[in-house]
């Protein structure tokens, strides 16, 4: 059943814009340490981030992504959708400086929730900004029907997949990881 399986599409952001992105995210004064709901610093989730509104600066990637989206669920998931509630989401994951420190991750984690923003979630969608070759570790990887399934590491490669499927980054253990991420709504499954 594709619902429950990951679907990669390439090139989705050719190298130009993937730095396009990762230059706005290390110039912005917004950026944050991961933190989850109630502002708790947690071991979970180990990164910075940067929230995305659509504006005159980012509407390209919005509408770059929602083309994607509709693409990607005509063909693989043909789930009800209506459109992107938050903003899109950069990452940064960090190999510790210090080895006692920990690494730039996110633990085992489902995108769907059971309140607020988070409860309409249908689809996941990470895109890879950085070079593959440019970390070590890191690896985005989502149950696949019991299975673990890695994403490949290509830059400005997309994987999409149900936001109910269990899903982590791995511990960056060299270097930095930049991604994009999005999640899109609709109605409660049924």
């Given at each position: 059943?594709?619902?429950?399986?990951?679907?990669?599409?390439?090139?989705?952001?050719?190298?130009?814009?993937?730095?396009?992105?990762?230059?706005?995210?290390?110039?912005?004064?917004?950026v944050?340490?991961?933190?989850?709901?109630?502002?708790?610093?947690?071991?979970?989730?180990?990164?910075?981030?940067?929230?995305?509104?659509d504006?005159?600066?980012?509407?390209?990637?919005?509408k770059?992504?929602?083309?994607?989206?509709?693409?990607?669920?005509?063909?693989?998931?043909?789930?009800?959708?209506?459109?992107?509630?938050?903003?899109?989401q950069?990452?940064r994951?960090?190999?510790p400086?210090?080895?006692?420190?920990?690494?730039?991750?996110?633990?085992?984690?489902?995108?769907?929730?059971?309140?607020?923003?988070?409860?309409?979630?249908?689809?996941?969608?990470?895109?890879?900004?950085?070079?593959?070759?440019?970390?070590?570790?890191?690896?985005?990887?989502?149950?696949?029907?019991?299975?673990?399934?890695?994403?490949?590491?290509?830059?400005?490669?997309?994987?999409?997949?149900?936001?109910?499927?269990?899903?982590?980054?791995?511990?960056?253990?060299?270097?930095?990881?930049?991604?994009?991420?999005?999640?899109?709504?609709?109605?409660?499954?049924?």
């Amino acid at each position: 059943m594709k619902m429950t399986r990951p679907c990669v599409r390439e090139k989705v952001l050719p190298p130009r814009e993937c730095q396009q992105l990762i230059d706005l995210f290390e110039t912005s004064s917004d950026v944050a340490d991961a933190k989850l709901a109630g502002g708790v610093k947690s071991s979970l989730r180990e990164c910075s981030y940067l929230w995305l509104d659509d504006t005159d600066e980012t509407s390209w990637v919005f509408k770059k992504l929602a083309g994607l989206v509709s693409r990607v669920n005509q063909d693989w998931f043909q789930f009800d959708l209506e459109d992107f509630k938050e903003g899109l989401q950069l990452i940064r994951y960090d190999a510790p400086e210090d080895p006692k420190a920990p690494a730039g991750h996110y633990g085992a984690h489902m995108d769907i929730g059971a309140s607020g923003s988070t409860v309409s979630r249908k689809l996941s969608i990470s895109i890879q900004l950085s070079h593959g070759a440019s970390y070590n570790g890191g690896e985005l990887s989502v149950d696949n029907e019991g299975k673990d399934w890695v994403a490949p590491k290509d830059q400005g490669t997309a994987v999409i997949f149900s936001s109910f499927l269990q899903h982590q980054v791995r511990p960056v253990t060299k270097g930095t990881r930049y991604a994009l991420v999005a999640w899109v709504h609709g109605p409660a499954f049924k």
